[in-house]
């Protein structure tokens, strides 16, 4: 993990990125490089731009200059066809869910798969079946609509729409937020799971303190439009500004540190 | 960048015993083989030797499409072995082969045609029920307003009388302008032949004030607020608004509905009769371009035959045309729950539904009035 970022493991480059909305300026120049395999945390107070950032990286959004890099695709000026093919070699899992409430949940999870590839439908609703077990759901779950579900389960159909055409590159919006502890952690675990098995790059947003400090490998910490810190949450723990410190000296980053701390320098120890 | 790769996933049986694999066994590449694979079959107690080195790329789809095969073939107690698969893609298959189970189907079966018939009738009684109690529980709360009036909220009856009412004006006076010209004009023919021209001022009167006015309101009224309605409700239900207005002590009934009740009362009839005087107003336009007949001669005419009586069953039609629009509106959104697609499908059914129940109401008033000799 610790492979300095040359552009050929990087997964995501941004360079000198500035987005406004009228007067206010979400990002100033903001750089930020994604390693391939690794697990990337982006903290930050509401209305630090993360979630502007995802929306640029996924081409819902332009930025007003600077330039965005995905799988070594420009996103300046890409052209339709292009698009097309990057956007299948991600998978997004949106904050609340994004699943189509006219579809059942096994029709959410085939339907990248119906639009883009010349499977047959019966191989397309055992592989919505095997990847709707993969994150852990009832098989009966398949049926149902998604107005149906709790917001647990939600997230993980919603996950398992994202891996629908095996990305190579994975976005989560608040994988955690609203879930119980018991979802919560099953979540983390799926995700270290899921980029064991695929070798993804997963880029999370997220407020989770134990999320970042079992299973991201490196947190980039967002303020006044710029990435103020990038590093191990042990890493950050140290480091001596502002923006870092408030995420780890709030009662909430005081009670996560402790036991999290020793865990994670044992893994960092182990590799 | 194709979305299709340059290298489609192939098979080739080498020899009976070997299988030689190629290509890009992935989501995108494998289509084309998936038939072959499922005829591919082996004399029993035979090992196929599967040549697997020239595999270039290798998703979860090309893992199931092999570990299927596997098993396939396992049943059929035919051995296989996989050589030479690239150590990533192994691991993959090895995860896939621990987790490969067909799931039973779990679709619902397509219900029959009695089933939606039997279901069909159940919601109908259902709702018809529910409607049913909305009624009495906004009767209830009406009494309870009418018990202490001071403690109402007519601000926001005035509000819903400008909006319902007021800013209906201009598409009201519009189209029951356009329907009393189009009333003269197709009358205009027949009473030229008869030359009865002078009866255009009945047949406008008449049809305009008893008929065609108030029901063309009610249906635009319908169109127009009711489906808000539906729309604003629903959407407070599945924001868990009404929730909220519950637990801090409003009545969602008092609140919502009967000030648009109250306001949808006093609106209604108002626009029944702009829409009257426009519609007449077309009609005497008409009367006058087609017919020869002059505005004099038409409110002379229109004085002497047309009765006080067919203004008032008009209007006295408003009220409750006004009164089944807002409740089904206010109904349907209540029942609105689930996600957000549910406010689009109940505000249809609102505007479905009230248009049907006040042509139903507008033919049985009708009925009463022809028994009545009005």
Redesign the interface.
Known sequence: MASPASPDNSVIEIRQLTTRFGEHVVHAGLDLVVRRAEILALVGGSGSGKSTLLREIILLQQPESGSIKVLG?DLENISDA?A???R?RWGVMFQSGGLF??L?I?ENIGLP?RE?????NA?ID??S???L??TGLE??V??QY???LSGGMMKRASLARALA??PELLFLDEPTAGLDPESADEIDQLISKLRA???LSIVIITHDLDLLWQVSDRVAVLADGKVQGLGSMAELARIDLPAVRKFFDGPRGRAAQPQMADQAHQQTGMT | MTLFPATPAEIARTTPQELVVSGTWTAYGIGQIEAQLKALSAPSGSTLVIDASRIEAFDSVGAWIMEKLRRRLGEESVGIEIQQLRPEFAKLLAVVGQEFILQADTARPDPSWRDNVGRGTVAAFEQGMALLGFIGECTLAFGKCLADPKSFRWRTVLYNIRIAGFDAMPIVGLLSFLLGIVVAYQGADQLRQYGANIFVADLVGLSMLREFAPLITAIIVAGRSGSAYAAQIGTMAVTEEIDAMRTIGIAPLELLVLPKIIAMLIALPLLTVFADVLGVFGGMLMARAQLAVSYVEFLDRFVKTVSVTAYLIGLGKAPVFAAIIVTVGCFQGFRTHGGPDSVGRQTTRSVVQSIFLVIVADALFSVAFSALDL
């Open positions: 695709v292009a097309l093919a990057l299948q409430g006219s059942t096994k798969l883009h590839t010349g499977l047959s191989l055992e592989i079946d095997w990847k077990a993969m098989p009966q398949g049926a998604p107005a149906e055409l095996d098995l695929f070798n």
